[in-house]
């Protein structure tokens, strides 16, 4: 299956807290998992990635949790600011050669309340 | 500013007529990409194009068309346009794997069509 699964579909933090979004996969070829963040009228751009021999990988206060066995790995926003309000992507790359590209997930529509 | 141009930025089409969305990229990327983005929906890949003179299907290719006569032109065509096609559309492009694991994809800040 060539599909990342991601949830909420839209989620509501107050400033200060912590913004949790899922993803799930079922492509064990994939190895590669990257997060991107996309502003009203803009275009999605690269926030943070992970490979699957890490299980955690920290930049700011942006986390990607990963669970290899569970097949599953979400983003942490922690400290929510209402400029983290954006729609989020989680995606999946099979592996580095030619014809993979990246998979999108459904995306996750982030409202951080001021 | 480096980055990936799509133009226009918004147009509407009457059903059944025909246009081009250009898209050009000043990073002296291989491969690029089109999207559409549609609510609930997520980013679905249309066409990509991994070299200059190379183009390829990808999920929702029906209804469209692609050109790749430059390397930093990817031009997407709707050569009968459906209220269907109506969506936002957003070019990326990117170096070759692996190396476009450290940079990701460049999206342009995308193109609004809305066929009546």
């Known amino acids: 299956q060539q599909q990342v699964k991601q949830s909420p579909q839209s989620l509501i933090v107050q400033k200060g807290g912590i913004s949790i979004i899922n993803c799930a996969y079922e492509?064990?070829?994939?190895?590669?998992f990257p997060w991107y963040q996309q502003f009203p009228g803009k275009g999605p751009a690269l926030l943070i990635a992970?490979?699957?021999?890490?299980s955690e990988k920290k930049e700011g206060r942006f986390t990607i949790s990963f669970n290899k066995s569970a097949k599953q790995f979400s983003l942490h926003i922690m400290d929510s600011q209402p400029g983290d309000s954006a729609t989020y992507f989680c995606a999946a790359s099979p592996r580095a050669n030619r014809d993979d590209k990246i998979i999108f997930g459904k995306g996750t529509r982030l409202h951080i309340l001021p | 500013n480096a980055g990936v141009t799509q133009t226009p930025k918004f147009r509407v089409l009457k059903t059944g007529q025909s246009m081009t969305l250009l898209c050009a990229q000043d990073?002296?990327?291989?491969?690029m990409y089109w999207y559409r983005q549609d609510p609930g929906m997520g980013l679905r890949l249309i066409h990509y194009s991994v070299g200059e003179g190379t183009t390829a299907k990808g999920e929702v290719p029906d209804g469209y068309n692609v050109s790749r006569l430059k390397k930093q032109n990817f031009l997407l065509g709707l050569e009968s346009a459906a209220p269907s096609q109506t969506s936002v559309y957003f070019c990326?492009?990117?170096?070759?794997?692996?190396?476009?694991?450290?940079?990701?994809?460049?999206f342009g800040s995308g193109t609004r069509l809305t066929v009546v």
């Open positions: 992970i490979r699957p021999d890490v």
């Open positions: 990326a492009s990117s170096y070759p794997p692996p190396r476009d694991r450290s940079y990701g994809y460049t």
């Open positions: 492509n064990t070829a994939f190895d590669y």
């Open positions: 990073m002296n990327h291989e491969y």
